[in-house]
């Protein structure tokens, strides 16, 4: 390895330079774009050099004089795009002086940096200057209109032509040159170990097709990258956009793309819940797939990309979303997504909806015993390690035979001691954002009953959840409650509550029934404009709200809940 301070001269002496194909997408900003120009001009107006960072090449044996971008595509990309931009405000005949630093010797328009596949065609169409989206904000087509607005400016402060023979001509850059021997896997990894790190996605997909290529060749690795990796995580706009949005995963924000690698990993027993963490995940990959011939890595690639294809599949949820109680997947998403399992469980949901995506019924049946489980079971202690033990135990068995499985195995663990009681009892004294979710839920299978296939009715989740008889009892419904006891007993009762579209103001929320039932003159809210619910339909003919109502209402609740989560499935089976 070769390290030396370098000016962008050291580009001029290469044919080409090229960023293998497998490289992540350029994804610098408008702050990064600003810092480079401010100081690049700072430094020229104070004639000063300054350090842009480091350039890693490995150079190619060969006959072709080449080398491959090992690390600083992103600064490297951003400072050709600027030269670029500088060079089109050139008179032709200064031109000449520079045009060896963005395109090939011998060709006109042919760009020295042979650019990866997902940003090749926009950087070749900024460099040949070909129509671009002249309004684009981000990537290639923004970096390239940021700079051409800024630069429109700056002409009149500094000469083009010297600014841009300073840049050229400055040793800006730490050039590390690699031996054709030399591993780039690790300098890249030792690269990024510091500042704004890739993600694991993006090195796990490095590690992978660095040793496809090394095992077999480039052609090759190019051919399965583009069947198995860029057809499914980078096919267009959308799709990268998709796999790149971060998830809320407890304390931490993880891209799509890697919170699939990890249930992929913990699915194929290359990641151990028990000692790994995320941080580790990328390098798990690596040893995981260091001896892999070519037929493992594909099978690999294949097996990756089918899971990839199927978590795609998964309910996206967002506040607009729009349920329905039939929808049952659906229904189990919100439901982990709410309740916060959601990167526990997915590994399982996952390896179920792989090895089920043939036989719809038995997936279906596996996931209502997972939705009672996350709604009955109180004792969420290791969830994860018993949902990977859960898939471990399904690999050997036949599918027919999952669900009878999983009946017997959650059984076992968590529901051998619940009963219907325990449940009945937390639903005397429930905490308001349970009795938010069940009562939307029980709303929503109240409709399902009620009205034909097409006439169904589907919910956004944006209710509040309104106490009839309110917390502060004192003042209006002392004909109702006794003492503190009482109210305790009444208040938080699943019954004395329910849902509407926006709270009530005060002067409503802790007023008599009546009032709270059809509002005043002065209040837009009250229970009566939210009767579209049928869990409120049933309140506005009721003339009192008092302990009968509240008990006769609970216990109705009850039984819709043991309807839509019925704990029987488990308990009736064992006894």
């Known amino acids: 390895m070769e390290a030396r301070e370098n000016s962008f001269d050291f580009i001029r002496n290469e044919n080409k330079v090229i960023i293998p194909f497998f490289q992540r997408a350029y994804v610098w900003e408008e702050k990064h774009w600003e810092q480079l120009l401010f ?24 006959t072709e004089n080449y080398s491959l971008i090992i690390d600083g595509q992103q600064r490297l990309t951003t400072f050709s795009i600027l030269i670029k931009v500088l060079y089109d405000y050139l008179e032709n005949s200064k031109k000449q002086h520079f045009k060896d630093y963005l395109f090939e010797k011998y060709t006109d328009d042919k760009p020295k940096i042979n ?18 989206d002249s309004k684009a904000e981000k990537g290639i087509f923004g970096c390239f209109n940021y700079f051409k607005k800024e630069i429109e400016n700056l002409k009149q402060e500094i000469d083009i032509f010297e600014f841009i023979k300073f840049i050229i001509d400055s040793k800006l850059w730490v050039i590390v040159c690699l031996n054709a021997n030399e591993d780039e896997q690790k300098i890249f990894d ?37 069947k198995y990796w860029q057809d499914i995580f980078e096919k267009d706009e959308k799709i990268q956009n998709f796999w790149m949005k971060e998830i809320e995963t407890g304390r931490l924000k993880r891209t799509q793309s890697e919170i699939l690698l990890q249930a992929f990993a913990i699915i194929k027993n290359i990641f151990d819940v028990n000692k790994h963490n995320l941080s580790m995940l990328s390098s798990l990959y690596k040893e995981y797939i260091k001896n892999f011939e070519e037929d493992k890595i594909i099978e690999l690639l294949k097996d990756l990309a089918q899971y990839a294809t199927l978590y795609k599949e998964f309910p996206e949820l967002h506040k607009e979303t729009i349920f329905y ?35 719809d019924k038995i997936y279906k049946e596996c996931l209502y015993l997972l939705e009672i489980l996350i709604m009955c079971n109180f004792n969420t202690k290791d969830y994860n390690k018993f949902f990977v033990r859960i898939i471990n135990k399904l690999k050997n068995i036949d599918f027919n035979q999952y669900f009878k499985k999983l009946q017997n195995e959650i059984y076992k663990e968590y529901f051998s001691e619940i009963s219907t009681k325990e449940l009945e009892k937390w639903l005397n004294y429930i905490e308001n954002k349970d009795a938010k979710f069940i009562l939307f839920w029980i709303e929503l299978f109240r409709e399902y009953k009620n009205k034909d296939y097409k006439d169904k009715t589907g919910l956004q989740f944006v209710y509040t959840l309104e106490h009839l008889c309110p917390q502060k009892w004192k003042d209006h ?16 009762q699943i019954g004395n509550m329910t849902l509407l579209k926006g709270k009530l103001n005060t002067s409503i929320k802790n007023n008599s029934w009546q009032i709270k039932l059809n509002g005043n003159k002065k209040v837009k809210n ?39 989560w019925n704990i029987d499935i488990f308990t009736k089976e064992f006894k």
């Open 477 to 492: 419904w002392n004909d109702v409650i006794k003492n503190e006891d009482e109210a305790n007993e009444l208040i938080y």
């Open 39 to 62: 100081d690049l001009k700072n430094s020229f107006i104070e004639k000063k050099e300054h350090f842009l960072g480091s350039i890693i090449l490995k150079r190619h044996q060969g």
């Open 190 to 226: 030792s690269i990024n170990s510091t500042g704004e790190r890739l993600s694991a996605t993006d090195i796990v997909k490095n590690a992978l097709f660095d040793r496809f290529i090394k095992i077999s060749d480039e052609n090759k690795a190019s051919e399965n990258y583009k």
């Open 526 to 564: 009250y229970i009566n404009k939210n009767a579209d619910l049928l869990i409120n339909k049933e309140l506005i003919t009721k003339k009192v709200w008092n302990k009968e109502e509240i008990k006769n209402r609970t216990q109705e609740l009850i039984k819709d809940f043991f309807e839509i």
């Open 115 to 132: 650019h990866s596949r997902l940003d090749k065609e926009k950087y070749e169409k900024v460099l040949k200057d070909e129509k671009n």
């Open 325 to 359: 109680y039939e929808e049952y997947e659906k229904r189990f998403f919100h439901l982990i997504s709410f309740y916060g399992f959601n990167s526990s469980i997915l590994p399982l949901v996952l390896f179920l909806k792989y090895k089920l995506k043939n036989e």
